[in-house]
């Protein structure tokens, strides 16, 4: 059997990269949407659905602060924050260096803008070695200290929970941690609608606005936009097996922008596992259902749905669910403020809870085939591992998910030439081999190992997906 080209692989990155930024419930994911029904149709799967997922779709229309002397400084609205009316907020500004609660507990903030410099945590690639239960780095490139920052967690974003509590009036973070310059960043991604202003501003400008900040001299934020309750959709198709159990097969399709490792890469591989497969149905014993999910900068909400919808149905009949995310080339910082390729592929994680899974996932990586892997166990950073198949792996099934986390994925520089290619085959490759193991081995031997189990009650999200708890009661907000 053979499968889809990479060079047809690279086509379908290309196609869903031209729809456009594809935040949660936009045309341009709403039109990807469409475009998987299509080719799930075309590849001759069965029971084609589109299964609804309500998001807030943000469409930011202005961003930017006007400074005292008249000077412009583009910003980019904080994602599921407030928006400001047409005329924009003045208010004095206040700056708060990291925004701690010390920080924050000492200064008047009420009535004001609050200025804070946003800092990211760091990715340690010496955690992943302490952690995994196998390494796949056959010349050795994976660094023993920090890989680079996980510009994915703001480590003091707590911050405008307390400027909010406290009545600030607008909070703009400078992305002073950010590998490159520019604004424009799409975090944090919870879904979670806020009540305060917020925007971010590149690092190259911190210095013109700590100036004014440090002087409390007033300020003019504008955040301008629109948000609407949307429904968008999981795109569900099945190949026929010829027994009753199902094997899952998923991956997310919205982006924070025209992303193409984020995750047009990922859907590059569900696609062409449906078209290998959807060749020859009943050919296995079990089902394949492929979930191309939505909501991931939701809160990671696609996924959550369907285990939700489904949890009576089919939940009890999937006996394995493998995702794929993030087919990457590594970057590093630039002298110029840009990304430089390094030339290796982004350092890569397989979270993995079953042994059998594992076993068989070491046994094919081989020297030159999905290269700087490390097999990990899920819940390492929290109570669910962080990648959008994390609800399967809480809600007790045997699941496998590859996952990388390269610097752009939160920003517009996720373009073609960062999607690393010629890995695109070869994890086909990988993942029908998997599925193949999986049709050929007793639900009960996939199951050894798992840290949950089905009768667990649901996980609850992670950190990064949560407002603090005494600012919800404060608030009175619910999500």
């Given at each position: 059997?053979?499968?889809?080209?990479?060079?047809?692989?690279?086509?379908?990155?290309?196609?869903?990269?031209?729809?456009?930024?594809?935040?949660?419930?936009?045309?341009?994911?709403?039109?990807?949407?469409?475009?998987?029904?299509?080719?799930?149709?075309?590849?001759?799967?069965?029971?084609?659905?589109?299964?609804?997922?309500?998001?807030?779709?943000?469409?930011?229309?202005?961003?930017?602060?006007?400074?005292?002397?008249?000077?412009?400084?583009?910003?980019?609205?904080?994602?599921?924050?407030?928006?400001?009316?047409?005329?924009?907020?003045?208010?004095?500004?206040?700056?708060?260096?990291?925004?701690?609660?010390?920080?924050?507990?000492?200064?008047?903030?009420?009535?004001?803008?609050?200025?804070?410099?946003?800092?990211?945590?760091?990715?340690?690639?010496?955690?992943?070695?302490?952690?995994?239960?196998h390494i796949h780095d056959t010349d050795n490139t994976i660094p023993d200290g920090i890989l680079h920052k996980a510009n994915w967690l703001i480590t003091n974003f707590s911050a405008y929970y307390a400027a909010h509590a406290r009545g600030a009036v607008a909070l703009v973070g400078i992305l002073v941690?950010?590998?490159?310059?520019?604004?424009?960043?799409?975090?944090?991604?919870?879904?979670?609608?806020?009540?305060?202003?917020?925007?971010?501003?590149?690092?190259?400008?911190?210095?013109?606005?700590?100036?004014?900040?440090?002087?409390?001299?007033?300020?003019?934020?504008?955040?301008?936009?629109?948000?609407?309750?949307?429904?968008?959709?999981?795109?569900?198709?099945?190949?026929?097996?010829?027994?009753?159990?199902?094997?899952?097969?998923?991956?997310?399709?919205?982006?924070?922008?025209?992303?193409?490792?984020?995750?047009?890469?990922?859907?590059?591989?569900?696609l062409a596992l449906a078209k290998h497969f959807g060749a020859f149905p009943r050919t296995l014993e079990r089902s394949l259902v492929f979930v191309a999910s939505s909501g991931h900068f939701h809160g990671g909400d696609g996924n959550r749905v369907f285990v939700e919808t489904h949890r009576e149905d089919?939940?009890?009949?999937?006996?394995?669910?493998?995702?794929?995310?993030?087919?990457?080339?590594?970057?590093?910082?630039?002298?110029?403020?840009?990304?430089?390729?390094?030339?290796?592929?982004?350092?890569?994680?397989?979270?993995?809870?079953?042994?059998?899974?594992?076993a068989r996932l070491a046994e094919l990586l081989k020297p030159g085939v999905l290269e700087r892997g490390l097999i990990l166990p899920p819940y390492i950073f929290g109570p669910e591992p962080p990648c959008d198949s994390a609800p399967f792996f809480t809600a007790g099934i045997p699941s496998l998910c590859?996952?990388?986390?390269?610097?752009?994925?939160?920003?517009?520089?996720?373009?073609?030439?960062?999607?690393?290619?010629?890995?695109?085959?070869?994890?086909?490759?990988?993942?029908?081999?998997?599925?193949?193991?999986?049709?050929?081995?007793?639900?009960?031997?996939?199951?050894?190992?798992?840290?949950?189990?089905?009768?667990?009650?649901?996980?609850?999200?992670?950190?990064?997906?949560?407002?603090?708890?005494?600012?919800?009661?404060?608030?009175?907000?619910?999500?």
């Amino acid at each position: 059997m053979t499968f889809p080209t990479q060079s047809e692989m690279v086509r379908w990155i290309e196609e869903v990269v031209s729809f456009g930024t594809r935040r949660p419930g936009s045309p341009a994911d709403l039109r990807t949407e469409e475009y998987i029904a299509q080719l799930y149709a075309s590849f001759g799967l069965e029971r084609v659905e589109k299964e609804p997922v309500p998001v807030n779709c943000c469409r930011s229309d202005r961003a930017e602060l006007a400074l005292p002397d008249g000077s412009r400084v583009p910003a980019c609205s904080v994602p599921y924050t407030a928006w400001t009316p047409a005329a924009g907020i003045e208010a004095p500004c206040v700056l708060l260096g990291s925004g701690t609660p010390e920080e924050i507990a000492d200064a008047e903030v009420r009535g004001k803008i609050v200025v804070v410099e946003a800092r990211f945590a760091d990715f340690s690639a010496a955690f992943l070695k302490q952690h995994a239960t196998h390494i796949h780095d056959t010349d050795n490139t994976i660094p023993d200290g920090i890989l680079h920052k996980a510009n994915w967690l703001i480590t003091n974003f707590s911050a405008y929970y307390a400027a909010h509590a406290r009545g600030a009036v607008a909070l703009v973070g400078i992305l002073v941690d950010a590998p490159i310059d520019g604004c424009e960043y799409w975090v944090p991604y919870d879904g979670f609608l806020k009540d305060l202003p917020a925007v971010w501003v590149g690092r190259e400008q911190a210095d013109t606005l700590r100036s004014p900040a440090h002087c409390g001299e007033r300020l003019t934020l504008f955040s301008v936009g629109e948000t609407r309750r949307i429904e968008s959709h999981n795109v569900v198709g099945w190949v026929p097996g010829r027994g009753d159990e199902i094997v899952v097969v998923t991956c997310h399709h919205d982006a924070p922008f025209a992303s193409a490792v984020e995750d047009a890469s990922g859907l590059a591989v569900l696609l062409a596992l449906a078209k290998h497969f959807g060749a020859f149905p009943r050919t296995l014993e079990r089902s394949l259902v492929f979930v191309a999910s939505s909501g991931h900068f939701h809160g990671g909400d696609g996924n959550r749905v369907f285990v939700e919808t489904h949890r009576e149905d089919l939940l009890p009949r999937i006996v394995a669910a493998l995702g794929v995310e993030h087919f990457a080339n590594e970057v590093e910082s630039g002298p110029d403020g840009k990304y430089r390729l390094t030339g290796l592929p982004e350092v890569r994680a397989l979270f993995c809870d079953s042994q059998a899974l594992s076993a068989r996932l070491a046994e094919l990586l081989k020297p030159g085939v999905l290269e700087r892997g490390l097999i990990l166990p899920p819940y390492i950073f929290g109570p669910e591992p962080p990648c959008d198949s994390a609800p399967f792996f809480t809600a007790g099934i045997p699941s496998l998910c590859h996952i990388s986390g390269p610097l752009y994925l939160f920003d517009p520089e996720d373009t073609l030439d960062k999607v690393r290619v010629e890995d695109l085959v070869p994890a086909v490759g990988v993942f029908s081999e998997l599925i193949r193991g999986i049709d050929a081995t007793p639900a009960a031997e996939l199951e050894r190992g798992l840290a949950r189990k089905r009768t667990d009650p649901p996980a609850a999200p992670p950190h990064w997906f949560l407002p603090p708890e005494d600012y919800l009661k404060r608030m009175g907000a619910h999500g």
